[in-house]
């Protein structure tokens, strides 16, 4: 691909859609934090058991799992609301409902209605990760893949200043309202609960106004060839797998199969005392009915992106999913402990959150700016590679930062520079991810890749207190940035297929889309 012109480059900033998306990014960002960190300190005001609010926080669920319900936002077109368009009307169903949800949460009294809260904070929940993957699927399709860095940028500016002010700024409302920690009052956090849910209206409006995506018919009518009953089948076939197979390993775990190999018990009568064994039994008959052809059938409308997307890079699909797996575990590993390391190395909460919020919030969207417009200008792969560089060297700052001590101006120059690093490295991986997808299953595709990026992370993390523990924050920070060598390798290796192809790269979709005007 040529390179284009630094005018060019910025002209990406001045189009429509890039307004459209900081809309859109804004009204994802405060229904997220309305029902996690804000709703906690809530709760806890109202003096809530903290047990309590530790099992309200598993309403983020719906965000870990919403890939499973995104073939619907593909394939089935609402009735009445339909007409404004495939990701129209679910964007504006969504939001409704989010409105609707924050106004009826600031109406529920959490020490006479804390159910009803909770319920409605889970809808709420349900309808900001719909949301989420309705407005992922309508950037994929608004503009080319050279320009999705850009929106990305875009997304990300909204949602960081609405996640700060769905957090620190609705405290204040409250406490400016009249509800502190020592003298709770409903009211109080019923205005502001109400204030942010019409803070939702203008990107309503703006769904409204924009234009549907260009997308040709026959693309959606191509992949929209299930019925609803079909679609909400392959639901529910998916949840009984995803929770099936998990239960079954851990019943076979308890069950005791000691007394079987060196005691006296036989199988009988494992079935007849232990009912771990029944359980485990159990969980196998759900995992094979789901993995019978009758439950492959019934899973087809998840499985047909997958499919697509296997059929399209065919061997290269390992090699895109380990990059995918592995470009953001460095930094996000790293992340887990930071705060307790900025913490143990004996910074007050007050600078921690002073540092951060002011210049990790502007160092995070100047870097996804920076992202966007180098993107447009060299393309997607050699600024993927810089912000994979970038992600895992920032972490070497740490090991300096773990040397020196409570160094304040050296946490400033950490946290910046981490920061602006992650936000070039997250435009980069959007609109790399943004290129892999197929128009004809952009909602579902892109909702299973972004989920297989946190995967791998997730789970290395929960490790990292022991690795901290283990190797002391010098190794364990000089461990992390070692974590983002594999991902190079990676990128390298794709950047040199892609060099020899002659023609479109394997990561164009086949039926693109370039336009950016959207709104009408």
Not at 14 to 38: C, I, K, Q
Not at 229 to 257: C, E, G, K, R, W
Not at 413 to 418: M, P, R
Request: glycine fraction near 8%; proline fraction near 4%.
């Amino acid at each position: 691909m040529p390179r284009k012109t630094w005018r060019a480059a910025l002209a990406a900033y001045a189009s429509p859609s890039t307004l459209v998306l900081l809309l859109l990014g804004f009204a994802a960002g405060l229904p997220y934090m309305l029902v996690f960190s804000t709703l906690s300190v809530w709760l806890r005001e109202a003096g809530v058991a903290r047990e309590t609010i530790g099992y309200a926080s598993l309403i983020g669920l719906a965000y870990a799992f919403k890939w499973v319900w995104s073939p619907l936002l593909d394939q089935w077109r609402l009735p009445l609301l339909g007409k404004l368009g495939r990701r129209r009307s679910w964007l504006v169903l969504s939001q409704i409902l989010v409105i609707l949800g924050l106004i009826g949460m600031g109406f529920c009294d959490p020490q006479k209605h804390l159910s009803w809260l909770i319920a409605i904070a889970v809808v709420v929940a349900f309808a900001s990760a719909t949301q989420d993957i309705a407005v992922d699927a309508y950037r994929l399709e608004i503009v080319d893949d050279t320009h999705q860095a850009a929106l990305a940028a875009s997304y990300m500016s909204g949602y960081r200043v609405a996640a700060l002010l769905a957090t620190a700024g609705a405290l204040f409302f409250a406490e400016g309202f009249g509800s502190t920690g020592f003298n709770y009052k409903h009211s109080a956090w019923t205005g502001t609960y109400v204030l942010f849910g019409l803070l939702m209206v203008p990107a309503l409006v703006t769904c409204l106004l924009m234009r549907e995506p260009p997308v040709p018919l026959r693309t959606q009518l191509s992949a929209g060839r299930y019925s609803f009953v079909h679609q909400l089948a392959s639901v529910f076939v998916l949840i009984v797998l995803l929770v099936s197979v998990p239960a079954m390993f851990t019943q076979l775990y308890n069950t005791d199969f000691a007394s079987v190999l060196f005691g006296d018990a036989n199988l009988f009568d494992l079935l007849l005392e232990d009912r771990a064994f029944l359980r485990a039994i159990l969980y196998i008959t759900f995992t094979a009915m789901c993995l019978s052809t009758m439950g492959r059938r019934g899973l087809a409308p998840v499985l047909t992106p997958v499919n697509d997307f296997v059929m399209r890079y065919r061997w290269q699909a390992l090699l895109l999913l380990g990059l995918i797996a592995t470009y953001r575990m460095s930094d996000t590993v790293m992340g887990v402990m930071a705060n307790v390391f900025y913490i143990d190395l004996g910074f007050t909460k007050d600078q921690i959150a002073g540092v951060s919020k002011i210049f990790g919030l502007i160092m995070t969207l100047i870097g996804a700016g920076m992202g966007g417009l180098l993107i447009v200008r060299f393309g997607i792969l050699p600024i993927l590679f810089i912000g994979g560089a970038a992600s895992a060297g920032t972490n070497i700052l740490f090991v300096m930062l773990a040397d020196m001590g409570a160094n304040l101006q050296m946490l400033i120059a950490t946290i910046s520079l981490d920061n602006f690093s992650s936000g070039l490295a997250t435009s980069a991986f959007v609109a790399y991810l943004s290129s892999l997808t197929n128009l004809k299953f952009s909602a579902t595709q892109y909702a299973l890749l972004s989920s297989i990026m946190l995967l791998l992370p997730r789970l290395i993390g929960g490790y990292t207190g022991v690795m901290v523990e283990t190797f002391g924050y010098h190794d364990f920070f000089i461990i992390t940035a070692l974590l983002g060598i594999p991902t190079l390798v990676l990128i390298l290796v794709h950047w040199y297929q892609e060099s020899r192809r002659e023609g479109p790269t394997p990561t164009q979709t086949p039926e693109p889309t370039q336009t950016t005007n959207a709104i009408e």
